[in-house]
Every structure is written in C-alpha cells, then in structure tokens.
C-alpha cells in the first residue's frame, strides 16, 4: 500500500514538473523574440531610434479622429518620422519587425522628393507581408497588409473622394497607374 502511495506522490510531482517546465518554455519562446527584435540600427540617428521605439511601444499608427491630446501626440510622432528621417534610414526601417514603423517607412519614402523609383518601391511593399499595420481612426480599428494601408488609407482609395486622390498622387509624385501596382497581386 506504501509503495502506491509513493508511486502516485512521484507521478504527481513529475507531472508538475513537466507542466512547470512547459509553462517556462512557453513563456521564453513568446517573448524572447520580442526583446530582441534582431534589426541593426547602424545608420539611424539615436533621436531617430527613440522615436521609433515611442511609436513601436503605442504599436498603431493613428489616423484621423477626436483630436485628443494622445491621438495627436501620436500623429505628430508618426509625421516627425517621416519628416526628420533620410531616404537611407527610411529604407532600412522597411526591415524594422513591426508593421507600423515599416508602414510609415514607406509612406515617408513614397513622400520623399529624393526617391525616384517609386514604382519599385510599390512592388516592394506588395510582397511585404511578414507584418500587418494595426490602423485606429476615430473608434475604429483596422489591420492592413502594408498594400493596403498604402491603398487604402494613404492614397484614400477606398474611403477618399476622387479629387483628394489626385491631390495626393500630385503630393507623392505617382502617376495613377502607379497605384494598379498595389491593386494586383501577381508580382
């Protein structure tokens, strides 16, 4: 009788163990890859980084909405971004792993006067998909493929009137047929 008793005790404890160590395995495996997301930062300016990482900590990209102190707090963060970086760090945040920087590293690159291939740049972001960009405007909130946010929410597509998308087809300097890039998916 002894020995079963002491046979169901080292069970138990062994299951314990097991289910202890699964737990810490699990825990590690989540959010190891979160602490060190791996991107070289060789290039980028130090406020440049801190900026980065204040948007990568909200982890939305904010559009319109009730202009409330955090929301434009975030909106001026997110065009500072765009603004102060230089084609060569937008480019390198393209491979930044989060959704929102690499969003609003295409926007900026698209905005840019100094990049001349942006039909290339638009065949870049088709096949970027590893990251989705988590969009909030008023109470809403989306999750776009890095296309469709370009589409959708920078170039209006779907919610824009016709002469706002052309005023921001002049802004970005793309030519309408530019934007049938975004609109296929076979590249």
Known sequence: MRSQEHSIRSSGKAYLYLSLFLVVALSLYAILPKLNPQFNWAGISP???????QIEKRGIISGPGENGSSARKAHDQQNQL???ASTYELTCLKQYPNGAIRGLAYQGLLAAADNPNKSQLLKDALVDTLYSVEYVSDCLGFELSIQDFLLNVVFEEKYGNLSDQQQLLVKYQIQPSDLDILRRSDY
């Open 47 to 53: 406020d440049l980084k801190d900026l980065v990482i």
């Open 82 to 84: 765009m603004e102060h």
